[in-house]
């Protein structure tokens, strides 16, 4: 029994001895990689609530050529937009870019304009005289809107958006309107009053600047889910900026010749257009246009179903 405890209490300090000496002499390899793997574990944590760097990346705007479109239309006070319009303006304020490889200012380059001859309803209103300063002389002494697409068509021709045989595009282009209107309901309610078929360098999405500019300036209004809300097209609260509205937002000088002048709405529109390429806001189309949209008042082959 005395030789038993002997044993181990020689053996026990031998042991502690033996790890003692193991841990002193392990190789410094080791206890560097532990080193290191601790410190990339701390490097990979990001804490939940660290923004992100945000970075001011210049983006390639994908499209070529602007054509900026202010239509003007016959109208009754207190009309909607389900009335049977008509054009009876057409302007157009082309734009490109002043350097294609940077592509961050845009010009005017050149204009069309063009009053336009009502077929349904010939004679202007009192009240669509005093909101577009259109006279009566001006739209009888016009070409008709089938006349008028067609020498929309020789301008963007020679201007190099089409081709002239097959009237296939040569460039990446997109109308921009202030609202989808122009567009969804002028041009496709006078395409059939006129028995004109929709051209199909006019078809297409177009590039809505009234929305683009209403979201910007949203998004650099709200944060979070209130942003994501007011984005919403149907936002109860969602602004709505008319072209005075946008141009004041931007930071730009007040609205420039007389309001409801299609022309003038144009070259303020293209203002617009401007200031968001330099700004550095992606400019493509945004807003889908159904060309075969249809009106109850629309009859068969250009018959308006109402009295005159």
Known sequence: MLNAWTAINIAIPALLAFFLFK?????????????????????????PH???PKHDVKLRQPYDVFLILDVEGT???????????????????????????????????????SFVKPLWKPNLSKFCQELTGITQ??????????????????????????????GKPLVRFTWCSDG??????????TCFISQTPMPAWLRGDILDVHRLVTDWSIMQNYRGRKMKAMLA??????????????LRVL??????????????DA??????????????????????INPNRRWNWMGKSGEVLLRS
């Not at 049977?84 to 870019?97: A, D, Q, S």
């Not at 930071?251 to 003038?264: A, M, T, W």
């Open 137 to 166: 002389p001006q739209v009888d002494n016009a070409p008709t809107f089938t006349q008028v697409l067609d020498s929309v068509f020789h301008f963007l021709v020679r201007n190099g958006v089409l081709e002239e045989s097959s």
């Open 251 to 264: 930071g730009l000088s007040p609205f420039e010749g007389r309001k409801h002048s299609g022309i003038d």
């Open 75 to 113: 109208c009754q006070e207190g009309s909607g937009f389900d009335y049977p319009n008509e054009i009876i303006e057409f302007p157009v304020c082309l734009m490109k870019w002043k350097n294609d490889e940077e592509r961050s200012d845009l010009v005017l380059v050149d204009e069309f304009r």
């Open 50 to 52: 660290e923004p992100e």
């Open 233 to 246: 097209l149907n936002h109860p609260k969602r602004p709505s900026l008319n072209i005075a509205s946008q």
């Open 23 to 47: 841990f002193w002499t392990r190789p410094q390899s080791t206890i560097d990689s532990k080193n290191n793997l601790e410190t990339e574990h701390q490097e990979q944590i990001v804490l």
């Open 180 to 189: 989808p209107y122009d567009v969804r309901d002028f041009v496709v309610k």
């Open 267 to 288: 070259r303020n529109i293209a203002r617009i257009v401007a200031e968001c390429a330099r700004r550095n806001i992606c400019l493509r189309p945004n807003t889908h």
